[in-house]
């Protein structure tokens, strides 16, 4: 795998179908991606779950906020495919709705950690010196906080609520994006064809633009991927706890937490959504290590 | 060795510092006036007044730091705002309970993912090797929170092995104190185990290729000396600093699980701090687990020195 | 055994096969080997990479790969006891104790990440028992015998801290601490610089000299052969193709493959010359000419070679493995 030719453009949004990659040697990211067969089968999966999150009001059997009482903690029966809760709320209903609220708290929190690691990560490696020293202390200060301890400790000032939970894990996970993006900026900035473009005076934010970035995102997306099983995990718990997403809007970890004092009764309610987090994070990550090894090893030269 | 020390030293005591102002400036986060927000529900003007004199709001910033960092300094980390207690006395009432299940779940982590990853390494490619690898992942991806619940649900609750609430001191009596933390630290411990296994499994591979491990072969140790002291000690650098990693992570677990196993640790101190908003008793909180990660990592690096001489002598 | 052995035999090798496991699925790396070492003997086992040569010495202690080579047939014995029919736990008495090996690569044979001393102290105490004072006294005094000076404060160094040709010395150490009466030293000075290859073939003939033990000198070169060896075995191809003493196999070669091997040889005073090179390559184990193995190489082969040749004997106490050895003139050392 270690042949490099002048690598094709990689079409991530191509669909599965698509023709054979370009590129004599080294067949095409997208190919290489579809052939490690974990990372296809969880991107497929995760495809599913995000579909059916976002078309849960057309598939969901019943409302969300639906209170069926007589029927409430009910085992998997015709009706409710995944029983009911404590108030008799179809679960898989829930589970659906819960999907959208924890999918998007994670891509969330992602987003804001690379909205601030990124540009900054580019800063320090580009520049250098003492930016790049005070922003990697910086960046070490934050790394000293467990995520889930700051983020509780940034919503005991803030208070609770999804959105500040999110913020708070945005500005916990920024330093690792941070360090990565740091990481890939300098390994391109020592590459001659940039210091020669430097030294012909083209400005920072073109060599940035065209020659940084597109070796830069590789890395980058590799971790987000990995830091959005992360952040799935941590703004469950957060729910769980009751400091993220506030009952009666439903997430997977606000399932979690309510299931828990049922599960002497009804022990499937804390199952399912178990199931659910456990799939999708275990899906990111395997999504994870697909584009580790579809991307990795290999400086592309960006198109002149 | 000593020169490593200092200057790791070096680099802990002003991290320290920092940290600490940056558990201090939290509060700048608070909205409003934060007198009028942490004084409680409802407050009336004394209560605020309160709080505000209590808290030195009216100082200047860097004054106001100054006056608690001294304190901090002293062992003095300040006073709740709704009890009589000193910070300080109340995070130190609870360490005990966390230190108990922060270190039984790194014993899980360190002894389950070492033996998981050295046996996979041993036999690449075989049913063992892919078990593992396997039980790695979903060890990655699944919940430690949930595992908890599943433990509890099948241990404690169909099977009354364990216990599933509470905690009993170490030393009241050891056999209880085992047995309550066992569940909790297992759930805590799975997901660091399974990081660990696949960093040893990684590195184990590679060394136990090493011509210095054929040569322990020719010398006629044992394969369990072989591979325990002679490969084991070359491969642990990487699973020394993923244990560290893990570590930190898995401090910040025990919030969940503390709560999960109604256990009187300090994650519980904090959850109950955040409802009441006792504001300094978090600040307390923050600054212990900080310095504990801080210490973590001083100790990891300083096992570099251990395992591997060059660092030392550099 | 096909060759009379000058004194009592120490190490006796007999029609030892050994298989890897290949693409190809096993494959014959070391085909039927016979040979032995006397004691007190320096006997060299030289050929290509690819010969066997490396695979035979290991095997004789049982160290070859798990799961990638097996020996499939043959004998091994030490003073008459057959190795290869010990338990793991019986071999383990015998590795670094009666037999000691050392190994090409003194930069990565020991272990960097524990004292020098300690490596070899383990060793003692492992076989001989003993404090751990003891065993480190053992080791500082072998250390002094292989000539590291200071070696009671260097005992204290690690690997890192020696240079080459002092870990290739320290692996001599190593290997002679439990006084093991035969010592497998496979390529030992193949990695150093050649004024240091010197000082260690002298320091392991005169080591061999001072314990009396057994040298089995495995090397692709024969002018290690010729500093230290009595006596030489050469293999081909997973065979033994020649075996006689050292005088005689450099003076009357019998098998072309030798005479290829001698006049590859640097001499002192040929430089400048283009040393000649024997065409073509060894055959992979999986590919293995039907005949004579050498014969596609070989410019005396005959249509008679395309019939596997025995080992003859072609004069006393010289082996051959040439259906031509008596016919041919073969240039020997110059």
């Given at each position: 795998?270690?042949?490099?030719?002048?690598?094709?453009?990689?079409?991530?949004?191509?669909?599965?179908?698509?023709?054979?990659?370009?590129?004599?040697?080294?067949?095409?990211?997208?190919?290489?991606?579809?052939?490690?067969?974990?990372?296809?089968?969880?991107?497929?999966?995760?495809?599913?779950?995000?579909?059916?999150?976002?078309?849960?009001?057309?598939?969901?059997?019943?409302?969300?906020?639906?209170?069926?009482?007589?029927?409430?903690?009910?085992?998997?029966?015709?009706?409710?495919?995944?029983?009911?809760?404590?108030?008799?709320?179809?679960?898989?209903?829930?589970?659906?709705?819960?999907?959208?609220?924890?999918?998007?708290?994670?891509?969330?929190?992602?987003?804001?950690?690379?909205?601030?690691?990124?540009?900054?990560?580019?800063?320090?490696?580009?520049?250098?010196?003492?930016?790049?020293?005070?922003?990697?202390?910086?960046?070490?200060?934050?790394m000293t906080?467990p995520?889930?301890?700051?983020?509780?400790?940034?919503?005991?000032?803030?208070?609770?609520?999804?959105?500040?939970?999110?913020?708070?894990?945005?500005?916990?996970?920024?330093?690792?994006?941070?360090?990565?993006?740091?990481?890939?900026?300098?390994?391109?900035?020592?590459?001659?064809?940039?210091?020669?473009?430097?030294?012909?005076?083209?400005?920072?934010?073109?060599?940035?633009?065209?020659?940084?970035?597109?070796?830069?995102?590789?890395?980058?997306?590799?971790?987000?991927?990995?830091?959005?099983?992360?952040?799935?995990?941590?703004?469950?718990?957060?729910?769980?706890?009751?400091?993220?997403?506030?009952?009666?809007?439903?997430?997977?970890?606000?399932?979690?937490?309510?299931?828990?004092?049922?599960?002497?009764?009804?022990?499937?309610?804390?199952?399912?959504?178990?199931?659910?987090?456990?799939?999708?994070?275990?899906?990111?990550?395997?999504?994870?290590?697909?584009?580790?090894?579809?991307?990795?090893?290999?400086?592309?030269?960006?198109?002149? | 060795?000593?020169?490593?020390?200092?200057?790791r030293?070096?680099?802990t005591?002003?991290?320290?510092?920092?940290?600490?102002?940056?558990?201090?400036?939290?509060?700048?986060?608070?909205?409003?006036?934060?007198?009028?927000?942490?004084?409680?529900?409802?407050?009336?003007?004394?209560?605020?007044?309160?709080?505000?004199?209590?808290?030195?709001?009216?100082?200047?910033?860097?004054?106001?730091?100054?006056?608690?960092?001294?304190?901090?300094?002293?062992?003095?980390?300040?006073?709740?705002?709704?009890?009589?207690?000193?910070?300080?006395?109340?995070?130190?009432?609870?360490?005990?309970?966390?230190l108990?299940?922060a270190l039984?779940?790194l014993?899980?982590?360190?002894?389950?993912?070492?033996?998981?990853?050295?046996?996979?390494?041993?036999?690449?490619?075989?049913?063992?090797?892919?078990?593992?690898?396997?039980?790695?992942?979903?060890?990655?991806?699944?919940?430690?929170?949930?595992?908890?619940?599943?433990?509890?649900?099948?241990?404690?609750?169909?099977?009354?092995?364990?216990?599933?609430?509470?905690?009993?001191?170490?030393?009241?009596?050891?056999?209880?104190?085992?047995?309550?933390?066992?569940?909790?630290?297992?759930?805590?411990?799975?997901?660091p185990?399974?990081?660990?296994?696949?960093?040893?499994?990684?590195?184990?591979?590679?060394?136990?290729?090493?011509?210095?491990?054929?040569?322990?072969?020719?010398?006629?140790?044992?394969?369990?000396?072989?591979?325990?002291?002679?490969?084991?000690?070359?491969?642990?650098?990487?699973?020394v600093t993923a244990f560290g990693l893990e570590a930190s992570r898995l401090i910040g677990?025990?919030?969940?699980?503390?709560?999960?196993?109604?256990?009187?640790?300090?994650?519980?101190?904090?959850?109950?701090?955040?409802?009441?908003?006792?504001?300094?008793?978090?600040?307390?909180?923050?600054?212990?687990v900080a310095a504990l990660v801080l210490l973590i990592n001083l100790l990891v690096d300083l096992s570099?020195?251990?395992?591997?001489?060059?660092?030392?002598?550099? | 055994?096909?060759?009379?052995?000058?004194?009592?035999?120490?190490?006796?090798?007999?029609?030892?096969?050994?298989?890897?496991?290949?693409?190809?699925?096993?494959?014959?790396?070391?085909?039927?080997?016979?040979?032995?070492?006397?004691?007190?003997?320096?006997?060299?086992?030289?050929?290509?990479?690819?010969?066997?040569?490396?695979?035979?010495?290991?095997?004789?202690?049982?160290?070859?790969?798990?799961?990638?080579?097996?020996?499939?047939?043959?004998?091994?014995?030490?003073?008459?006891?057959?190795?290869?029919?010990?338990?793991?736990?019986?071999?383990?008495?015998?590795?670094?104790?009666?037999?000691?090996?050392?190994?090409?690569?003194?930069?990565?044979?020991?272990?960097?990440?524990?004292?020098?001393?300690?490596?070899?102290?383990?060793?003692?105490?492992?076989?001989?028992?003993?404090?751990?004072?003891?065993?480190?006294?053992?080791?500082?005094?072998?250390?002094?015998?292989?000539?590291?000076?200071?070696?009671?404060?260097?005992?204290?160094?690690?690997?890192?801290?020696?240079?080459?040709?002092?870990?290739?010395?320290?692996?001599?150490?190593?290997?002679?601490?439990?006084?093991?009466?035969?010592?497998?030293?496979?390529?030992?000075?193949?990695?150093?610089?050649?004024?240091?290859?010197?000082?260690?073939?002298?320091?392991?003939?005169?080591?061999?000299?001072?314990?009396?033990?057994?040298?089995?000198?495995?090397?692709?070169?024969?002018?290690?052969?010729?500093?230290?060896?009595?006596?030489?075995?050469?293999?081909?191809?997973?065979?033994?193709?020649?075996?006689?003493?050292?005088?005689?196999?450099?003076?009357?070669?019998?098998?072309?493959?030798?005479?290829?091997?001698?006049?590859?040889?640097?001499?002192?005073?040929?430089?400048?010359?283009?040393?000649?090179?024997?065409?073509?390559?060894?055959?992979?184990?999986?590919?293995?000419?039907?005949?004579?193995?050498?014969?596609?190489?070989?410019?005396?082969?005959?249509?008679?070679?395309?019939?596997?040749?025995?080992?003859?004997?072609?004069?006393?106490?010289?082996?051959?493995?040439?259906?031509?050895?008596?016919?041919?003139?073969?240039?020997?050392?110059?």
């Amino acid at each position: 795998m270690t042949t490099t030719a002048p690598a094709a453009t990689p079409p991530p949004a191509a669909p599965p179908s698509s023709a054979p990659a370009p590129g004599p040697d080294r067949p095409g990211f997208w190919r290489r991606f579809r052939d490690n067969r974990p990372a296809f089968v969880a991107l497929v999966v995760l495809a599913v779950l995000v579909l059916a999150s976002l078309a849960a009001p057309l598939i969901a059997p019943y409302a969300p906020e639906a209170i069926d009482v007589p029927r409430r903690l009910s085992l998997s029966t015709p009706d409710h495919w995944l029983g009911t809760d404590s108030l008799g709320r179809d679960t898989f209903t829930r589970l659906l709705y819960a999907g959208r609220v924890s999918l998007m708290a994670a891509a969330l929190a992602v987003a804001i950690a690379t909205a601030v690691g990124v540009p900054l990560g580019l800063l320090a490696g580009y520049v250098g010196g003492k930016v790049d020293w005070l922003l990697g202390r910086a960046g070490d200060v934050l790394m000293t906080f467990p995520a889930i301890i700051l983020a509780i400790a940034i919503i005991a000032a803030t208070g609770p609520g999804l959105q500040n939970a999110m913020v708070a894990l945005g500005i916990v996970y920024a330093p690792r994006l941070f360090r990565v993006t740091r990481a890939a900026t300098l390994q391109v900035r020592a590459e001659t064809y940039v210091e020669a473009s430097i030294s012909i005076g083209t400005p920072a934010w073109k060599i940035i633009a065209r020659r940084v970035l597109p070796n830069v995102a590789s890395p980058v997306l590799v971790q987000v991927s990995v830091m959005l099983a992360a952040a799935l995990l941590a703004e469950a718990a957060l729910s769980l706890l009751g400091l993220g997403v506030v009952p009666p809007t439903a997430s997977w970890g606000v399932m979690l937490g309510s299931g828990f004092k049922e599960i002497r009764s009804t022990p499937l309610l804390v199952f399912w959504p178990g199931v659910a987090i456990a799939v999708a994070t275990l899906s990111f990550n395997l999504i994870g290590d697909g584009l580790r090894d579809a991307l990795g090893r290999r400086i592309r030269k960006a198109a002149p | 060795m000593l020169g490593l020390l200092a200057r790791r030293l070096a680099f802990t005591v002003p991290m320290l510092v920092v940290v600490s102002f940056c558990v201090f400036s939290l509060i700048v986060l608070v909205p409003g006036d934060p007198a009028v927000a942490l004084a409680g529900e409802n407050p009336d003007p004394e209560q605020i007044a309160a709080v505000r004199e209590r808290l030195g709001l009216d100082d200047p910033f860097l004054v106001q730091f100054w006056h608690w960092f001294s304190g901090v300094l002293q062992g003095d980390l300040g006073q709740s705002l709704f009890s009589s207690q000193s910070v300080a006395a109340a995070v130190f009432s609870r360490l005990p309970a966390t230190l108990s299940l922060a270190l039984l779940s790194l014993a899980v982590a360190l002894v389950l993912g070492v033996a998981v990853g050295v046996l996979a390494a041993m036999r690449p490619g075989t049913w063992i090797d892919r078990v593992a690898t396997f039980a790695a992942s979903l060890g990655v991806a699944v919940p430690y929170f949930w595992v908890g619940m599943i433990l509890v649900l099948l241990f404690a609750i169909n099977l009354t092995i364990f216990p599933a609430v509470g905690y009993v001191p170490l030393t009241e009596n050891p056999l209880q104190w085992f047995l309550h933390l066992f569940l909790p630290a297992t759930a805590l411990g799975l997901a660091p185990a399974a990081v660990i296994a696949r960093q040893t499994r990684a590195g184990m591979t590679g060394v136990l290729r090493e011509d210095y491990v054929r040569t322990a072969t020719a010398k006629g140790l044992p394969p369990a000396r072989v591979v325990g002291q002679h490969a084991l000690k070359n491969a642990a650098v990487p699973v020394v600093t993923a244990f560290g990693l893990e570590a930190s992570r898995l401090i910040g677990g025990t919030v969940v699980i503390e709560q999960l196993f109604a256990l009187p640790g300090l994650g519980n101190l904090a959850y109950t701090s955040v409802f009441a908003r006792d504001f300094p008793m978090v600040q307390g909180v923050l600054l212990v687990v900080a310095a504990l990660v801080l210490l973590i990592n001083l100790l990891v690096d300083l096992s570099y020195g251990y395992f591997n001489p060059r660092i030392r002598q550099s | 055994m096909s060759a009379p052995a000058t004194t009592s035999t120490l190490l006796g090798v007999s029609d030892l096969r050994v298989e890897f496991a290949t693409d190809h699925g096993w494959s014959t790396v070391v085909a039927g080997t016979t040979f032995s070492v006397g004691e007190h003997e320096i006997v060299g086992l030289v050929g290509e990479s690819g010969s066997g040569k490396t695979v035979t010495g290991l095997s004789v202690l049982g160290l070859l790969p798990r799961g990638v080579g097996r020996v499939a047939s043959g004998s091994v014995t030490l003073g008459g006891r057959d190795l290869l029919g010990l338990s793991e736990r019986e071999l383990r008495s015998v590795r670094g104790n009666e037999v000691a090996m050392v190994f090409q690569e003194p930069m990565t044979s020991l272990n960097p990440a524990f004292r020098i001393g300690d490596q070899i102290a383990e060793t003692v105490r492992l076989h001989r028992g003993g404090s751990r004072r003891a065993a480190r006294d053992r080791a500082v005094e072998v250390l002094d015998l292989v000539g590291i000076p200071h070696a009671r404060r260097r005992a204290d160094d690690y690997p890192h801290e020696f240079s080459g040709g002092m870990r290739q010395r320290a692996m001599i150490a190593m290997a002679v601490s439990c006084e093991p009466s035969l010592l497998i030293a496979d390529e030992p000075t193949t990695a150093l610089d050649v004024t240091i290859q010197a000082q260690v073939l002298e320091l392991l003939a005169s080591m061999q000299a001072e314990l009396g033990m057994s040298v089995l000198l495995v090397t692709h070169d024969l002018g290690v052969v010729a500093e230290v060896c009595e006596r030489v075995v050469v293999m081909y191809a997973g065979q033994v193709v020649e075996q006689a003493d050292v005088g005689e196999l450099f003076d009357h070669p019998r098998h072309p493959y030798t005479e290829g091997l001698l006049a590859a040889m640097p001499q002192l005073g040929s430089r400048g010359h283009r040393l000649p090179s024997i065409p073509g390559r060894t055959p992979e184990p999986w590919a293995m000419p039907p005949g004579c193995r050498f014969a596609p190489r070989c410019e005396y082969a005959l249509p008679a070679c395309e019939e596997p040749p025995p080992l003859l004997t072609t004069r006393p106490d010289h082996l051959s493995r040439c259906l031509r050895h008596d016919e041919l003139t073969l240039r020997g050392a110059r």
